[in-house]
């Protein structure tokens, strides 16, 4: 699972240094969280898909098909990243990719002990 450290705000959440995520529909009490999200959950944006509840821009470090999957390894901010993506995409080898994922998708953990939310 990636696991981001968020600050949760009233527009959604953002990771430390300001990149701002989206997920402004999901409800914490808590400002600092961890949010996961599971790499097979992830989806290139694009025409016909559904809204994503929350975006991640990813600088893709490699890119590798992998029959009907394409792994992508990169990082959202300063932190690691790794995308499952299915279906025909066209992901760079390297340089910037947008990802979504799902509010059911993604699941929030209190910072300090690790607790789902």
């Known amino acids: 699972m990636n696991l981001l450290p ?21 409800r914490t009490g808590f400002v600092f969280a961890v949010l996961g999200v599971r790499p097979e959950d992830l989806f290139a944006p694009g025409e016909g898909s559904l809204p994503a509840a929350a975006t991640f821009p990813v600088t893709v470090e490699l890119a590798a098909r992998a029959g009907r999957e ?12 790794l995308a499952r993506l299915t279906g025909p995409v066209d992901v760079p080898a390297v340089g910037p990719l947008t990802l979504g994922a ?7 953990f ?8």
Do not use: M
């Not at 600050?7 to 989206?22: K, M, W």
């Not at 394409?70 to 990243?81: D, E, I, K, M």
């Open 6 to 26: 968020v600050r949760a705000e009233r527009t959604g959440l953002s990771l430390e240094d300001g990149t701002h995520l989206g997920g402004a529909s999901l």
């Open 70 to 81: 394409t792994l992508v390894h990169g990082r959202v901010g300063a932190f690691p990243f």
């Open 102 to 108: 799902r509010r059911e998708s993604l699941h929030l």
């Open 110 to 117: 209190d910072a300090a002990t690790g607790a789902r939310l």
